[in-house]
């Protein structure tokens, strides 16, 4: 059963608009989380990363917010950028070793 | 700077043939992690080794063995390889627990 779930497989949005990512996760242990990025053909690259003790993390042009209540979180990116473009994942874990991941999010940026 | 290296990049066994995955990072990291990716799966922990001499089962730990030979170096084994664990491998380590993974470039295996 998925424990980390990503329900919208693809996204297009305007370049130097807004990107939404959504992730749920049904574990109430988990407390510590992250969102990576996947081009084609490499390795997932980390992007940002929340712990349960905060609700909002900002760098650059990402910020993730988490809602425990709703065992929710959201990557923002802004302003969009067509290098933004990628598979996201996010990924969630109780244990700090044990790291469960989502199915990913396509991300289109359309410049 | 390599970061994490994995070899090969490409494989091709037909079933019952084993091979090893090999795993090197040059971070000093303590953590190393074995995942697979499979087509509307995302990515699912076969084992990892928190610390040098430790191994532990992940999500998806059958079919596989591990060897933590050093810090530097986390292989995965296939002992008798099936259609089944066609997939993308990738390797991961990180300095501490819970914390940023850093992840090798991947393995496409193809069991025939």
């Known amino acids: 059963d998925q424990q980390v779930k990503q329900n919208s497989p693809s996204l297009s949005v305007q370049e130097g608009r807004i990107s939404i990512l959504n992730c749920d996760y049904t574990?109430?242990?988990?407390?510590?989380f992250l969102w990576y990025k996947k081009y084609p053909a490499e390795g997932p690259t980390f992007l940002i990363s929340?712990?349960?003790?905060?609700d909002k993390n900002e760098d650059g042009r990402f910020t993730v917010f988490l809602n425990k209540s709703a065992k929710h979180l959201s990557l923002h990116i802004v302003p969009s950028q067509p290098g933004d473009s990628a598979v996201y994942f996010c990924?969630?874990?109780?244990?700090?070793?044990?790291?469960?991941f989502g199915t990913g999010t396509s991300l289109t940026v359309i410049p | 700077n390599a970061g994490v290296t994995q070899t090969p990049k490409f494989q091709v066994l037909k079933t019952g043939q084993s091979m090893t995955l090999q795993c090197a990072q040059d971070?000093?990291?303590?953590?190393m992690y074995w995942y697979r990716q499979d087509p509307g799966m995302g990515l699912r922990l076969i084992y990892y080794?928190?610390?040098?001499?430790?191994?532990d089962k992940g999500e998806v730990p059958n079919g596989y063995n591990v060897s933590r030979l050093n810090k530097r170096e986390f292989s995965l084994r296939l002992e008798s390889a099936a259609p089944s664990q066609t997939s993308v491998y990738f390797c991961?380590?990180?300095?501490?627990?819970?914390?940023?993974?850093?992840f090798g470039e991947g393995s496409r295996l193809t069991v025939l």
């Open positions: 990924a969630a874990s109780a244990t700090g070793n044990q790291f469960y």
């Open positions: 929340i712990s349960s003790i905060k």
């Open positions: 991961a380590s990180s300095e501490q627990a819970p914390g940023e993974l850093f």
């Open positions: 080794s928190a610390s040098e001499g430790t191994t």
């Open positions: 574990n109430s242990m988990f407390d510590y």
């Open positions: 971070m000093n990291h303590n953590s």
